[in-house]
T-cell receptor
């Protein structure tokens, strides 16, 4: 099993719909992160969490919310999806050495 | 704030050597990462430099100069599978976030 698992792998949704992206990890790390990646813009931080009770906004949090249900689970929600949220989304955990990324969720909003 | 610059694209020939540069400006530096990312896949860890100097790992080496805000990734004996994007990322001392550059897309020609 992968250390960091994201579901779904691919999703197409309509404008205005609510959608949740899920992330779970088996590494036992406290710190978890959500990034989005767009061509030419690199990885941009949406939200991050240092533990279950500590949630922080990243550089592009507008239009997103998160929930840290347990140490191992960190979900990202789009309350009302819009087309410019079409992107590749990565969840990651972090230890002293750096990040371990999930395989990504490719989200298309039509 | 932080600013990370790296070339957008580079091309090199199979069997050759290529150097990918990264310059950064940060209010509190606490390490620099290099990641490799194949198209549509998750980034994977290559190297982590905290102190000045060269770190060598097989065909890949990473160099850091903190006083110059400069790093490079050196790839030797290039193989076709090295065609990927290479992401430079800086760890911030204040909040321990890792901020990514936009990545350098490396094309390998036979």
């Amino acid at each position: 099993d992968a250390d960091v698992t994201q579901t779904p792998r691919n999703r197409i949704t309509k404008t205005g719909k609510r959608i949740m992206l899920e992330c779970s990890q088996t590494k036992g790390h406290d710190r978890m992160y959500w990034y989005r990646q767009d061509p030419g813009l690199g990885l941009r931080l949406i939200y991050y969490s240092f533990d279950v009770k500590d949630i922080n906004k990243g550089e592009i949090s507008d239009g997103y919310s998160v929930s840290r249900q347990a140490q191992a689970k960190f979900s990202l929600s789009l309350e009302s999806a819009i087309p410019n949220q079409t992107a590749l989304y990565f969840c990651a955990t972090k230890d002293r050495e750096g990040y371990t990324f999930g395989s990504g969720t490719r989200l298309t909003v039509v | 704030g932080q600013n990370i610059d790296q070339p957008t694209e580079m091309t090199a020939t199979e069997g050759a050597i290529v150097q990918i540069n990264c310059t950064y400006q940060t209010s509190g530096f606490n390490g620099l990462f290099w990641y490799q990312q194949h198209a549509g896949e998750a980034p994977t860890f290559l190297s982590y430099n905290v102190l000045d100097g060269l770190e060598e790992k097989g065909r890949f080496s990473s160099f850091l100069s903190r006083s110059k805000g400069y790093s490079y990734l050196l790839l030797k004996e290039l193989q076709m599978k090295d065609s990927a994007s290479y992401l430079c990322a800086v760890r911030d001392r204040e909040d321990d976030k890792i901020i990514f550059g936009k990545g350098t897309r490396l094309h390998i020609l036979p």
